[in-house]
């Protein structure tokens, strides 16, 4: 074999060269996992009993997503022409991107919010434009109406918002999508089970409004990649272009009928968290540790300048969170997935210790974030 005469890698588009890496960390995740906003627990029996049948010869075929869009929309009381299944909901951020973003065009995000939106804008052309959310992650509103531009292309709206777990409201979301027709608005209802407001009715009333939702929280089926988008018939034409016909792969569809049938252990699991949420701002209370309330199934608490010696007690004891620090606003927080009542005890015992092993004092807490 003749050897290359390169000495270097052929060169990246410029984007490229310019994006931030994203590793999540993943790496040893033996534990309690309350870091990545999963289902805690397992996903449906049923799903378990369909991946059981499987054969040798259900993988030899190219995986056929539209019998399993028409059964998705119909839970969704949506036409199939309106839903694309997607190989979760980055993949929809990814196509979203891809779509609709050109040199020139903004996306407009309210900040602090799930991070894919801005690796995916990255790596196009376009510019990320950041409102940052109010005094207690409050939706910035008013900034994000003031920010359109007639380059804004993309709005993403995580509702629940991630990191924070807070909330925008149907009129507030309406009034971006009237304010800003030139522009796709997505609203990522990644957390809807753990919130009950949705604006899936919507779809199709309002030609720039996507809605998308994932299988990977409360439905417990994040190994299986799969989301999806949901809007206007002709947006959804365009989507679809753009997304890799085979990027659902067939033990994916194949669960997902299983898992949309069995409401029961989606109302449990969903039941179970929002009764331990409750349990774990009471214990908050008491420790006098600052967090802000939330509609999704994750706390973010502010614990101050040691947040990263309290994950790592955490981590001791054999209970994983993440450090929310470095995200915009988010100095000194951490975020805790909500498990079952079970796990979240267990928490809060390793919490206690924690805090006591970082010497975290709740007066001294106070103190300090009164005089800054
Ligand atoms: C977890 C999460 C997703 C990712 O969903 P996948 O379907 O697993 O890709 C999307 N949006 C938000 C807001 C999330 O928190």
Known sequence: MPES???????????VLRMKEYHPPLGNRNGLRLDFNENTLECSPAVLRVLRE?????????????????????HLGLAAEQVLLTNGVDEAIHVLCETYLDAGDEILLPIPTYSMYEVYASATEAKVV????????????????NAVTPATKLIAIANPNSPTGKTATREQILKIVEHAPQAAVLVDEAYFHFFGNTVADLIGRFPNLLLARTF??????????????????????????????????????ACLPAALDDKEYLDWYVREVLSARAELFSALEALKVPYWTSEANFVLVKIGAKHAQFVDQMRQRGILLRDRSSDPGCNGCVRITVGTGAQMMTAVEALIESLDEIGWNATAQQEKDATT
């Open 216 to 253: 990977s929280k409360a439905y417990g089926l994040a190994g299986l990649r799969i989301g999806m988008l949901a809007g206007d018939v002709e947006s959804v034409r365009w989507l679809r272009r753009v997304t890799s016909p085979y990027s659902v792969n067939s033990l994916a569809l």
């Open 5 to 15: 005469t390169l000495t270097t890698s052929p060169k990246p588009r410029a984007a």
């Open 130 to 145: 950041g409102v940052q959310a109010a005094a207690d992650f409050e939706f910035p509103l008013e900034r994000l109406l």
């Open 54 to 74: 499987i054969g040798s010869s259900d993988l030899t075929r190219y995986p056929e997503r539209e019998p399993v869009e028409r059964l998705v929309a119909e």
